[in-house]
């Protein structure tokens, strides 16, 4: 796009914004902890990652305000630089620390990088980025390319399959503030608004009473779900014409109301929206948010009820492009400090990607570092993340702590 003295920011930019000036945001941090276990060439790894922040001009985006206005500004690559640290002491306390030190929007890259070192073949890398230009479909993205670079770096060879991309965030935020508005946006909004008006909020029962301010501290918890069980559940996906993502959402909600004793149950889901090839192989935060209501209706058999799950998510996929922030706007009319708009409770599901993987640094192994206590906030009562791998399955709680108990989550999973 022909682009403007002031770049706008995307509408779900805008919210975070909004967020950071409001209260802070390191609740929308997204961090990523890699163990790598081989000779590593650091200033090779280095370059890498300095290439990727200079393809993709959201990690090096500030934002400014003029007038009350927000905007953004791209900042050259040059200052951008990876950190090495080699005694640490305890790395978990560490890895706290980077990932809850607060980004300044006006001033920092939207990636920080820090290796650790703690042996001659075994280093850790901490990456941090910030939800407003990234998402949870940018990280493998950043990885793949990071590794590309790097073989391309020890090799003298020039990077194979890093093909020069077509657009830069900025121009989607551009397209989506022309194409997303005015008649097509009020036609997006009504269907919205004839879903989700007159939403209750969720009344779970507590182990604290619910303050009028939310909190955003929070922890997590988990449960592995075996091959077995895992194939089992696939087998009836398979058998009924669902997916995974539909059964286990239709279990969710059917637990909420257990706990709750109602049976109109709203759950917050993301897509990932990048329904355009231009931007799927782009880093920033495309990611959408769904609000899916449905009824749990207790005289229905479980397939009949999850047929019904069915048809509200696909007719949802239809609206998807609708902004949240807007449907927001439009819908609530009385926002409740204490509680998050629309839904309190948010399900997602995800491959792990980056664990899954057989991705390397020449001859140095990538993998998920296992162990660290990430997850000090959270931005929702509950969020329950199922993540697909071949070892089975792993459900995540991430919970309020301001609301309940680590003993109450763990009886929920």
């Not at 993709?56 to 953004?72: C, D, I, P």
């Not at 990636?111 to 901490?126: F, M, N, T």
């Not at 909420?256 to 109109?264: A, I, M, P």
Request: proline share 4%.
């Amino acid at each position: 796009a022909d682009r403007p003295d002031r770049i706008p920011l995307s509408y779900s930019q805008e919210r975070l914004w909004f967020i950071d000036q409001l209260q802070g945001s390191v609740q929308y941090h997204i961090p990523a902890v890699l163990r790598l276990d081989g000779r590593l060439d650091v200033d090779a790894l280095s370059r890498s990652l300095k290439a990727v922040v200079g393809r993709h001009e959201s990690l090096r985006t500030v934002y400014r305000q003029e007038g009350g206005v927000a905007y953004q500004e791209v900042l050259p690559m040059d200052d951008w630089e990876m950190r090495v640290a080699a005694d640490v002491g305890s790395l978990d306390k560490m890895v706290e620390e980077l990932v809850s030190l607060p980004f300044s929007l006006t001033e920092d890259y939207m990636l920080r990088a820090e290796l650790v070192r703690e042996s001659a073949e075994g280093h850790v890398l901490i990456v941090v980025m910030h939800h407003i230009a990234s998402d949870g479909w940018s990280l493998p993205i950043l990885i793949k390319e990071v590794a590309a670079l790097y073989r391309s770096h020890v090799s003298g060879d020039s990077p194979r399959g890093l093909s020069t991309l077509p657009i830069q965030y900025a121009d989607y935020a551009i397209w989506q503030r022309s194409h997303i508005s005015g008649e097509y946006l009020s036609g997006e909004l009504s269907y919205w608004e004839g879903r989700l008006k007159g939403t209750a909020p969720l009344s779970l029962p507590t182990d604290r009473p619910r303050s009028s301010v939310r909190s955003v501290t929070g922890s997590r918890t988990g449960l592995d779900l075996d091959v077995a069980l895992v194939a089992r559940l696939k087998e009836f996906c398979s058998a009924h014409g669902s997916t995974p993502y539909m059964t286990l959402l239709s279990i969710f909600k059917l637990l909420l109301s257990r706990y709750s004793g109602q049976r109109d149950i709203c759950v917050g889901s993301p897509v990932a929206n990048r329904t355009r090839s231009e931007v799927s192989d782009l880093v920033g935060f495309f990611v959408n948010t769904l609000a899916l209501r449905s009824d749990v209706d207790p005289s229905l058999d479980f397939l009949s009820y999850q047929s019904r799950v069915r048809s509200m998510l696909l007719s949802a996929y239809e609206h998807q492009q609708a902004p949240f922030e807007k449907i927001v706007e439009h819908v609530v009319s009385d926002r409740d400090t204490g509680r998050s708009p629309l839904f309190q409770v948010m399900f997602t599901m995800d491959d792990d990607q980056v664990a899954a993987s057989d991705l390397r640094l020449g001859d140095v192994s990538i993998s998920r570092h296992e162990g660290y206590g990430v997850g000090a906030t959270t931005k929702f009562d509950l969020t329950l993340g199922a993540i697909d791998d071949r070892d089975g399955m792993r459900l995540e709680l991430e919970y309020s702590t301001a609301l309940f108990d680590r003993g109450t989550m763990d009886r929920f999973l």
